[in-house]
């Protein structure tokens, strides 16, 4: 059964499954941030982080199943007072063994209920060009805004274009 849950903050076996989750994906060659080999005390280094920023400007989920941790994504609300109705969709990760089941989509969909909720109207996100993710997105209904050459350094050790998207949300 899949389940998905917001996450305030993490007991250790959390923060392991989090860590292992980050690991899966950037050992996959996800471009999320890092590059392989990625060791534990990094990703664990990582979500400590994210966990001790978790507040109004960001706002983490994990999707379950049968009880164990195999997604995940964040929010970061913006706290710019000219960008009180946006935020950025960050980290939407699915482990290897988990994919193809919906749990991106349902961590997509909490991340939008919630974003309106708190009145939230525009989200956007970037990611890999020509990657699996950017056709979830479009799947997904988020619109592409366009590409940027070169952003990031990838596995194969070239820089690669990302997509920014964007999502506007009914109030
Ligand atoms: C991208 C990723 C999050 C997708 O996770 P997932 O749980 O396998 O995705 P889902 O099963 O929820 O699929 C999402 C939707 O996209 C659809 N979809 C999946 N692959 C697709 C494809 N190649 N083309 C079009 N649609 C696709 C699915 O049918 C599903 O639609 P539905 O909800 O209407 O059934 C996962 O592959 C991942 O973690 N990749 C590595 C990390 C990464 O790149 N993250 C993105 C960072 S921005």
Same mark, same amino acid.
């Given at each position: 059964m899949i389940s998905i849950r917001r996450l305030e903050q993490a007991t250790p076996e959390e923060r392991e499954a989090l860590a292992e989750l980050l690991i899966d994906s950037v050992d996959g #060659?996800?471009?999320? #941030?890092f590059l392989p080999p990625f060791s534990r005390d990094a990703a664990v280094e990582y979500w400590r982080g994210v966990l001790a920023a978790l507040g109004p400007g960001l706002v983490l989920w994990v999707a379950e199943v049968d009880g164990r941790i195999d997604g995940t994504v964040q929010l970061a609300p913006s706290l710019r007072p000219n960008g009180l109705h946006r935020a950025e969709v960050q980290k939407l990760l699915v482990h290897s063994r988990a994919r193809g089941q919906g749990l991106a989509s349902r961590l997509l969909q909490e991340v939008e209920q919630y974003a309106r909720s708190a009145g939230r109207t525009l989200l956007v996100l970037d990611t890999l060009a020509g990657s699996k993710a950017e056709a979830v997105y479009q799947h997904c209904q988020w619109q592409r805004a366009g590409e940027i050459p070169d952003w990031a350094r990838h596995t194969d050790g070239e820089l690669h274009p990302t997509v920014l998207f964007f999502k506007r949300l009914a109030p």
């Open positions: #060659g996800a471009s999320v #941030g």
